[in-house]
């Protein structure tokens, strides 16, 4: 009965704007990820683990906006975020504003792992990753042309901006996505799991920090479901996306599919909250919502029902 769900973004992804190359990229990424995740369900593999390794394939992938591919701040660095609980426990981890972590989401496990503690900032979440010996890259590491350019047209046009697969359109229309990744798990054992990790936004100051790294918010797991949101990230704060479904499901018997329509369409959209979210739940049901015209996401049960799409 495992399962498995995740995200590489939401948002207004203009279908003008993916080349059939581009196109036949990111579901190849998407696919590599899903392949990785489900080969390690299959053999048994705890969720926490499976969702710790789905996330660092889309961080390694430059496509995505998390770990390689993060977006570049006003300063023209990178500050990235990460959480992962785990439903079994309720223990969860998270980091914000890394800066050299290989893969971010490696450093929120470290967290929940060898502190007391669940969410850790920059510049502390760097040094304890470092102290543990985690993978750590200089600042080329995560240059990618596209993002810098991204970069040169949020400061032209003097705006902060979520990650956009193209050139930006007029504000009236803007081709953006939201960028963050993510993946949830129901293994063999019953077990649940969501795991989150961003790059931000382009052109961000103040080490604005959005809702992945927010437990409740960005990411949850309980013995119920699991969690991972992509989205504006102030609206997402707002409305607690993740424990909102969770609450929704123990307080008024949705099922998990409903509890994620009414968040999702009936209380983000209304108030302009863009994106979307995937989920699971403990009999291994996947839900993978989004109020824009699209989502990255891919997902596989073991009755073999696959998925792999953007709009």
Known sequence: MFALALHGGAGTIARTSLTPTLEANYRAALRAALDTGTALLAQGAPALDVVEATVRSLEDCPLFNAGRGAVFTHDGHHEMDAALMDGATRRAGAVAGVRQVQNPIRAARLVMEATEHVLLAYPGADDLAREHGLPMQPAEYFF???????????????RMQLDHAASPAPAADPNWKKGTVGAVARDQHGHLAAATSTGGMTNKR??????????????????????????????????????????LMEYKGLSLAEACRVVVHDKLAPVGGEGGLIAVDAAGNLALPFNSEGMYRASRNAAGEEQVAIY
Do not use: K, M, N
């Open 144 to 158: 990618t042309q596209q993002r810098f350019d991204q970069l040169q047209e949020a400061i032209a046009a003097g």
């Open 206 to 247: 103040y080490s604005r920090i959005g809702d992945t790294p927010l437990i409740g918010a960005g990411t949850w797991a309980d013995a119920r479901c699991a969690i991972s949101c992509t989205g504006h990230g102030e609206f997402f704060i707002r409305a607690v996306v993740g424990y909102d479904v969770a609450c």
